[in-house]
């Protein structure tokens, strides 16, 4: 039934449940397995005396937290016997770079994480497992 499974991933519990997910159903169906992460920029806020100083974190400490998280997923799936095909970390919008690799990829399935930010969060700010959903061309997994 599912030949090209893509699995998103951001390092969150959910996440880590929709890989084990994706491995499961990867090791039934013999498919392939790709894996895509996009690093988000988080920033630190510093207090300096009664004001508030933000630093980003430069592209390398991004970009190595992208590394990090991909290292554990992949040990991850190799943990639940499946070796993912291909591994990408992303430098966009993650729910667009998960759609793209699905179309490159021509997948049939896109297994995904959801955030649990709740109904009134969910309006407001998005949300990646929804965009997903919405706009895929493939049937979509969400793993809470």
């Given at each position: 039934?599912f ?5 998103a ?5 959910p996440s880590?449940h929709?890989?084990?997910?994706a491995?499961?159903i ?5 498919a ?5 992460h996009t690093?988000?920029?988080?920033t ?5 005396g009664?004001?508030t100083?933000v630093?980003?974190a ?18 991850a799936?190799e943990?639940?016997?499946t070796?993912?095909?291909s591994t990408?970390?992303?430098?966009g919008?993650p ?6 690799v ?9 297994v995904c ?5 709740g109904n009134l969060a969910?309006?407001?700010l998005?949300s990646t497992s929804?965009?997903i959903t919405?706009?895929a ?8």
């Amino acid at each position: 039934m599912f030949t090209t499974i893509v699995a998103a991933v951001d390092g969150s519990e959910p996440s880590k449940h929709a890989i084990k997910a994706a491995c499961d159903i990867a090791s039934h169906y013999g498919a392939e397995l790709h894996l895509v992460h996009t690093p988000q920029v988080d920033t630190t806020a510093v207090a300096v005396g009664a004001g508030t100083y933000v630093l980003e974190a430069s592209f390398e400490q991004i970009a190595e937290a992208g590394r990090t998280v991909m290292a554990e997923a992949k040990t991850a799936c190799e943990s639940y016997g499946t070796e993912p095909k291909s591994t990408y970390i992303g430098s966009g919008i993650p729910a667009d770079e998960v759609l793209s690799v699905a179309t490159a990829k021509d997948a049939d399935l896109i297994v995904c994480g959801r955030r649990g930010l709740g109904n009134l969060a969910a309006i407001f700010l998005g949300s990646t497992s929804s965009k997903i959903t919405h706009d895929a061309t493939c049937a979509v997994l969400t793993v809470k």
